[in-house]
T-cell receptor, first 116, second 114 residues
């Protein structure tokens, strides 16, 4: 899992806190993704970036704010979260989405978030 | 609408026996199909994919999957299960057309008993 790293691995925060999740990929990819994984629910795509440009925002509440300063780094800024936002947040990367291909996604280990 | 179904929440198999984890899909065009595995407290790991060509795809850790267009299925198989194969398995599909979003199944928990 050294290809895609995520920090922190675990995070506990109150509803009034502000925190950030960090993702870094070492695979030379140009597309990066944020997913939310909750028990008994399908993997939920949150955001997609390709060459630092956001290409998808899957109706995510504004309390989640992504940032992609370059093709290797992706952040998810969190503020005034709700308890139902507790989940595993996964980052993934893939090849350039502008190119025809399979865009196999490679995942980081995730950040386990608990909102109290 | 595109969809993926993993009809079994859990599969139990004895070590050394063959295993099958089922996946069926629905897409409007030609499918790109993927299998991922998730071990406890870990992210998803890519196992194998079908894009085109041979219907039998071989992947990591001795796993393989067979694409069956008529049955719209892409079942994951392994001839001899190991206890270490116990994990959560996800099937995903995307339309080969312009929609590049992966559609994910709910996952199947595989338990391999010694």
């Amino acid at each position: 899992e050294t290809g895609v790293t995520q920090t922190p691995r675990h995070l506990v925060m109150g509803m009034t806190n502000k925190k950030s999740l960090k993702c870094e990929q070492h695979l030379g990819h140009n597309a990066m993704y944020w997913y939310k994984q909750s028990a008994k629910k399908p993997l939920e795509l949150m955001f997609v970036y390709n060459f630092k440009e956001q290409t998808e925002n899957n109706s995510v509440p504004s309390r989640f704010s992504p940032e992609c300063p370059n093709s290797s780094h992706l952040f998810l800024h969190l503020h005034t979260l709700q308890p139902e936002d507790s989940a595993l947040y996964l980052c993934a990367s893939s090849q350039d989405l502008r190119l025809a291909g399979d865009e196999t996604q490679y995942f980081g280990p995730g950040t386990r978030l608990l909102v109290l | 609408a595109q969809s993926v179904a993993q009809p079994e929440d859990q599969v139990n198999v004895a070590e050394g026996n063959p295993l099958t984890v089922k996946c069926t899909y629905s897409v409007s065009g030609n499918p790109y199909l993927f299998w991922y595995v998730q071990y406890p407290n870990r992210g998803l790991q890519f196992l194998l994919k079908y894009i085109t060509g041979d219907n039998l795809v071989k992947g990591s850790y001795g796993f393989e999957a067979e694409f069956n267009k008529s049955q719209t299925s892409f079942h994951l198989k392994k001839p001899s299960a190991l206890v270490s194969d116990s994990a959560l398995y996800f099937c995903a599909v995307r339309d080969a057309g312009n929609n590049r979003k992966l559609i994910w199944g709910l996952g199947t928990s595989l338990a391999v008993n010694p």
